[in-house]
């Protein structure tokens, strides 16, 4: 039921921001600045129980999941770089928009780097000399 | 629940701000309103960045964005 909830809270807010818009402009952005960060401070409480489960899992079947914290780290890129660039797309900033998510691209890049590297390496071992 | 209790203040502090602002335009004193106008924004915005950097803190806890990546991010 957590779910109704926060989907009227959405709701009444976006009424809110539709009310702040006609008056001044900026100020309903910093509203809709303020709604994201609430729908994602929501699902981050959510999406911590989920990892500290994916753990326990681990660590009770000892299954081990190569490069899991470059696996987390890479999600919580994505996340953050496509929360920014749709609030900038939400305030008709397209450009700004795109460059963050090249910069969102160029890190997940260079953190997934050592990854290529080691399937490179293994690669390379079955390539008889 | 405090997030609908922010989510209503923030909207309200917009709109009093836009009839503070029209009030004074009307009074003859654009100047000040300009600035009350100003002052309200700043104020909202503080409060923004207060919950943006929680929600970053968060998010670094979390994902795990802290330990080696230290010197890329931070």
Do not use: C
Not at chain 1, 81 to 99: G, Q
Not at chain 1, 107 to 129: G, Q, R
Request: charged letters at 15%.
């Amino acid at each position: 039921m957590q779910l109704l909830q926060i989907l009227a809270v959405v709701i009444i807010a976006s009424l809110l921001v539709i009310l702040v818009r006609e008056r001044n402009e900026s100020i309903s952005f910093l509203l809709v600045i303020i709604i994201g960060v609430f729908i994602f401070l929501y699902i981050l409480s959510h999406i911590s129980q989920l990892f500290d489960v994916f753990n326990q899992i681990i660590s009770r079947f000892n299954v081990s999941i190569p490069h899991l914290d470059t696996i987390l780290k890479v999600i919580g890129i994505a996340y953050i770089t496509e929360f920014a660039s749709h609030l900038l797309k939400d305030a008709d900033l397209e450009a700004i928009a795109v460059k963050v998510e090249m910069v969102g691209k160029i890190f997940i890049l260079v953190l997934a780097l050592p990854i290529f590297i080691a399937v490179l390496e293994t690669l390379m071992h079955f390539i008889p000399h | 629940m405090n997030e609908v209790h922010l989510l209503f203040q923030v909207a309200a502090i917009g709109i009093v701000l836009a009839m503070i602002h029209t009030i004074l335009k009307q009074m003859g004193k654009e100047d000040i309103a300009h600035w009350v106008t100003l002052i309200g924004f700043i104020i909202i915005l503080v409060i923004v960045i207060d919950h943006l950097s929680r929600l970053f803190q968060q998010i670094k806890s979390v994902f795990l964005l802290q330990m080696i990546i230290r010197g890329l991010f931070m």
